[in-house]
């Protein structure tokens, strides 16, 4: 059994930083790619960041240039979230993409979501 557990988030004003971490554990036979997506009320859930093997890493568009995904070890990563904006906010939720038991059977996991909340 996979488990991803996030942390980090809360209340900055906006132009503030933040950082969310998220670890994997469990039943890894392989991890290929993890970091986070988000959703906020209303919109529909959007990809923020991720990172591969190889460290290769996609930026959703709107938060290029300002947040940064790291790999911190085998099985965590961490978002450095900087200029934070109002439309920043949402709820933040770790995704990994991990064969649990062999290379054959990959499968898409969740943590939690954590808000994220850019306010004055």
């Known amino acids: 059994q996979v488990q991803l557990v996030g942390s980090g988030g809360g209340l900055v004003r906006p132009g503030g930083s933040l950082r969310l971490s998220c670890a994997a554990s469990g039943s890894i036979f392989s991890l290929y790619r993890m970091g986070w997506y988000r959703q906020a009320p209303g919109k529909r859930r959007e990809l923020v960041a991720t990172i591969a093997r190889g460290n290769l890493t996609v930026y959703g568009d709107s938060v290029k240039g300002r947040f940064t995904i790291s790999r911190d070890d085998v099985h965590r990563v961490s978002l450095q979230m900087n200029s934070l904006k109002p439309d920043d906010t949402a709820v933040y939720s770790c995704?990994?993409?991990?064969?649990?038991?062999?290379?054959?059977?990959?499968?898409?996991?969740w943590g939690q979501g954590t808000q994220v909340t850019v306010s004055s």
């Open positions: 995704y990994a993409q991990i064969a649990p038991y062999s290379a054959w059977d990959a499968q898409d996991y």
